[in-house]
């Protein structure tokens, strides 16, 4: 069979509008967020629903070529670069919100589904999808799912893992899981935990069922103004120390405060600071003006220079626009950012961001800082143009002496962007060899084949250890990606 | 190798009070809390630490025999209980708290360690462990992960899942696997996540960490007195459609109140009642005062006949300990008592409720209902005399009717209390075969032969197909159980 004859079948299944082949419009998928890596792939096939899904799958495995899924392509960590070839599966026609239950608070969608479009189909049910991913307008909730996806409010309300209680999977022979049974926590073994965060490797989610929040009665913002980061980062551990539970906790330094100022996502931020931290508390009314006075009491103890307060929905929007924007500001400064994105604990939040701070001056780069404090997840970002290979090479070693040190004081990898290509090499650091053969075994049990997004989040060889030590996959142990009838080569899809 | 070797080498693993083989002592081991199933197991091994846990499985998987791992065999599905003989792993003298960091509120514990000892240990932090059976005085953190048990506060705050960061595991063939390295959701894929619930399948989970939660600064605990079971579903429903967040919502109806007030529990809950709804809310001092008014005018207008309040911690904890003790109150009833647990969508509270009463009455039983009702999640106990063989069989009769009348409502097997052996035949219902497939190569991954907890959770039926099917695991396809140099066959320990 040929590569045509491939994608004639793949036609027939989805439509013409449904499979994209043409160089020039391929170009948009040939990376995520992580723009440093690149791959180009075979196709883009645009399935509408489960169905097409699980014969556009059980196409592809016949075929034997490598399968790497998509939702928005918004992801840091390049989850969704096609580095081996192969064909792309993406969900941006399956975006219909199926059901919104009031009563059990949840909803069921398609996979494509923007992230704010699920909440605002349920905010007249008083209802809201609480994970909220800077890049919530545009990112998917399958691209969520697969990531684990965090964001400011997850601090009080958890990561998408928490979210998510059934989903409809497609494996890589394009048999159709259907684990959306259950009103709580799944029965049986819990392969819905498993899946959410496994990065495209186990399987196409082709439907999500999520647990809804009640919108709280009240919210109040407040931005804290500091001479210094050091007052910011201390508040944040006195507030937590102190017990009090806000929304949000977010820090932005003095670069990142420039670049959103001098950007269309200005936000008022005082240009003198150098420091804000951002706060949002919710919940009833008299709630939320405890938590608040305490907060700023707290801050004002620590030394913020000024305190500004939001309550309605119109002011909080603007303090807000500037963190969301931060990311796209940063295009003011270079035209790439390099989105690192680690977790430490929370006790060493000073000292960690004193070195990264050295990193970046040794590799003489631009660092700007945005965190979600309260997590003690850092987002150090570094400005580059990837036209510029050197810097490029001084950004990775930069990203790499980051995680390494985070790893060494005990914090982890990623907060919410994900392993992807990007943390890799870390990977081996981060866990014993036991532990990378584990997670290859439960790969193996869902996709022996490896076909599905290979290259990302297990590191080769920790795997292919594995093989040798003899627990091969279930069947053709050891084949190559494209041992199956189309005969294509991993990396060099045919033309 | 005989089994006296067998048990010698066990023996000089853990010491002579770390081994039970004599038949009198082993009497305890024989099922957990569904008393009307048992199994002998060949000897119960009770390690020390993880070293030994991993010697002592290691040393089980030479000689191929079953492993059942157990906490406190508090558990109500079967769970514990070694059906097919081999050896029994118990983590009783594994009760050390190893640490409590109150800045990154996380303990790591022994699996050992009871559910109350856990708090007590991070009391004095401000903090405490939320998930919290009614089984918490002498329930484990290990038996907790294993079955992923709820509570009554598990309606705020979630079942075990929702707090566990990380696990240390001791694998079939007793590799230790570290999964504690995050402060937050794990790097790679979530192994932790499709740990918790698995029900001993997976490995021995030897330490916890644990996510702490800081203890309200305000308590109030009510209880609503009603005249008909029906006001206190629908104050339920009305509580939960005005968006308002309790921490706890428990229904008991008239046959578990007079129960209660015979017993040493007595909770001074009125005798002329048919329903008492028991609610808490905790929080800021505001926020409980505000949610406490807003609900007691909702049971009120719902025809409560009576509405106490309980603020101080020693009313608060008689109130309380009518509910906690309810199912030790039951046995003034019978001398043995099944304890249902479904999950209903809450829409259906009423409906199911009325269908389980019927069934009860058709097959002669006394029916008792306690509700997590915040959750859905009904726990219909059935009084019975084990020694009754007639009654036995209605009362499986019954459970086997109420679940599969929840199944077909929507619901879930089970809400806290795990699939065991009780909830087998059901799972062919709840899942399709390609689902239960998709959980059998799963644990096959981890244990591909099948020696851990054999004969729970996964329906045999299901996993056999999946072998004759062409995928078998990744050695001894096939193996029964005892194929190892220990050559005794599964249910019948050697003797």
Chains 1, 2 share one sequence.
Not at 250 to 268: H, K, M, Q, W
Request: charged residues 25%; proline residues 6%.
């Amino acid at each position: 069979m040929t590569t045509a004859g491939l994608l004639r079948d793949l036609r027939s299944i989805v439509g013409p509008r449904g499979l994209v082949d043409d160089p020039t419009w391929l170009v948009p998928y040939e990376s995520d967020g992580l723009a440093m890596q690149r791959g180009r792939p075979l196709c883009a096939v645009l399935p509408r629903d489960t169905a097409q899904a699980a014969a556009v799958m059980a196409r592809l495995a016949r075929a034997g070529v490598p399968v790497v899924s998509r939702g928005a392509g918004t992801g840091l960590s390049g989850g969704a670069t096609p580095v081996e070839g192969g064909a792309l599966v993406g969900t941006a026609r399956m975006r219909d919100v199926l059901s919104v239950d009031p009563v059990d608070r949840l909803a069921r969608v398609q996979a494509g589904v923007v992230n704010v479009e699920l909440t605002a189909a349920c905010a007249a049910h008083g209802l809201f999808y609480a994970p909220d991913p800077s890049s919530q307008q545009a990112c998917t909730i399958g691209g969520n799912v697969a990531e684990n996806s965090g964001g400011p409010h997850c601090f009080k309300y958890g990561a998408t893992t928490r979210h998510v209680e059934g989903l409809v999977i497609v494996t890589a022979d394009g048999e159709v899981l259907d684990l959306t049974g259950a009103p709580v926590d799944p029965d049986g073994l819990d392969l819905v935990g498993l899946f959410v965060g496994s990065e495209g490797l186990l399987g196409l989610a082709t439907e999500v069922v999520v647990r809804l929040t009640p919108l709280p009665e009240a919210v109040e913002t407040l931005l804290a103004v500091f001479p210094d980061l050091d007052g910011a980062c201390d508040s944040v551990s006195e507030i937590i120390a102190q017990r009090l539970e806000p929304s949000a906790l977010e820090i932005l330094d003095r670069l990142t405060i420039e670049a959103v100022e001098d950007s269309v996502f200005a936000a008022g931020y005082p240009r003198e600071a150098e420091a804000v931290l951002l706060i949002e508390a919710d919940g009833g009314d008299a709630e939320v003006a405890e938590v608040v006075a305490r907060i700023r009491a707290i801050v004002e103890r620590q030394g913020a220079l000024e305190v500004r307060s939001a309550r309605g929905a119109d002011e909080r929007k603007l303090l807000w626009a500037g963190r969301k924007g931060a990311f796209g500001a940063m295009g003011r400064v270079a035209p790439d950012l390099y989105v690192a994105d680690v977790v430490v604990p929370r006790t060493k939040l000073r000292e960690i961001v004193a070195r990264t701070t050295e990193i970046c001056r040794e590799q003489r780069l631009k660092l700007a800082n945005v965190f979600h404090a309260g997590d003690g997840n850092l987002h150090p970002n570094i400005c580059y143009d990837r036209r510029d290979e050197d810097e490029v090479a001084r950004v990775l070693a930069a990203g790499h002496a980051i995680m390494q040190m985070c790893v060494a004081a005990g914090g982890s990898l990623t907060g919410e962007h994900g392993v992807g290509l990007e943390k890799l090499p870390e990977m081996e650091l981060a866990f014993a060899p036991a532990d990378l053969r584990a997670m290859c075994d439960a790969r193996d049990a869902w996709d022996p084949h490896r076909r599905l997004n290979p290259g990302k989040l297990l590191p080769v060889r920790a795997c292919r250890e594995r093989r040798a030590a003899g627990a091969p996959p279930a069947s053709s142990a050891g084949a190559p990606f494209g041992s199956g009838e189309h005969g294509s080569s991993a990396g060099e899809p045919p033309r």
